[in-house]
């Protein structure tokens, strides 16, 4: 099977469509897992939503999505964010709403488990460190661990007990084998290595296989409709920086 793998979307629908069209070029896929912030910051909502319903879909919920149905008081979020979730939730239909409510912190579909955040702490904590990843190694009960919410792309490995963190190399296949893994596919909807370009993985679950891709798409667009929408200036111009 093979599974293509997002996270943090962030309602950016433009990010969201030119990724689909790359993975279909590679091969297509035969389910999505998302590993949450399907909405948040950017400006289609409720129309990422739908689109990734469309598909097989497995997903697991991000503080973000949390923030939008008012499962989590948003008001520990930067400015920017708060006003963007608060926007956020004023464009979800009563469907919309109902999905995000009903997803699930943690997804364990053997050998993987998906988490939005970390183990340890589901929807809030940033998996990019040692202690973090000894956190959430000491509680994976499967081989493979897939997380986002830093929007950084990354690859670490249990080696022996100590988390070994490398670069998520792109269009590079890369066997798992038998090796536990924390593994990270990078940000969709707004990037921030550094590179402002949206990052997908797919993984061959019959040979645990995984390869990163990056594509392109129209940046301007999505910033367009970000500023009829009203939504933070500085949302709008991280996107051009991969920030
Ligand atoms: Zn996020």
Redesign the pocket.
Known sequence: MRALILS?I?ANLEALEAVFADAQVRGGFDVIWCLG?TVGYGPDPGACIDRIREFELVAVV?N?DCAAVGLIDASDFNDAALSAAKWTASQLDAGQRDFLTSLPMVFVQEPFTLVHGSLRDPIVEYLLDRNSAMGTLALLETRYCLV??S?IPFLCRDAQGEPEFTDFPEDEKIELGDARWIINPG?VGQPRDRDPRPSYAICDTSHAMIERHRVTYDIAKTQEKMRAADLPAHLIDRLDHGI
């Open positions: 943090d962030h912030d991000g973000h986002g919410h929007h940000g």
